[in-house]
């Protein structure tokens, strides 16, 4: 079965860190690219952060750039967004998801193959 499981959310006070799981199963993380979206309630869900399974370089939007990184354990088959300096306006529900490198390769949000069922990061005004 595939699966991505999402873990390590919760409250964290702003200028706060955390670290983010993502645990694939039934594939290999190696041979795609993995991302990380957030979605707040009322607001359409974006891209945060994206890891390539292809070359292992990682990509993190300007609005996260610099506080967030994003790694991978292949031996653990799991990929680890690491969240720094946290904001209240990054307080959302984080979704893991996978797309194969024989496809594009990258992380789009309409073009991801597999989906994580989420895991909610606060950090409170």
């Known amino acids: 079965e595939v699966q991505l499981v999402e873990s390590g959310g919760g409250l964290v006070q702003a200028g706060g860190s955390l670290r983010l799981s993502c645990a694939a199963s039934g594939f290999t993380v190696d041979d795609h690219a993995i991302g990380w979206f957030r979605q707040a309630p009322g607001k359409e869900r974006e891209g945060v952060s994206c890891?390539?399974?292809?070359?292992?370089?990682?990509h993190s939007v300007d609005s996260v750039k610099g506080r967030f990184t994003i790694s991978s354990d292949s031996a653990k088959n799991t990929v680890y967004p690491q969240m720094h300096n946290l904001k209240p306006e990054d307080t959302a529900a984080y979704y893991c998801?996978?797309?194969?490198?024989?496809?594009?390769?990258?992380?789009?949000?309409?073009?991801?193959?597999?989906w994580g069922k989420g895991t909610q990061v606060t950090s409170p005004a």
């Open positions: 890891i390539s399974g292809r070359d292992g370089s990682a």
């Open positions: 998801a996978a797309v194969s490198s024989d496809g594009s390769g990258w992380c789009v949000l309409h073009g991801m193959d597999y």
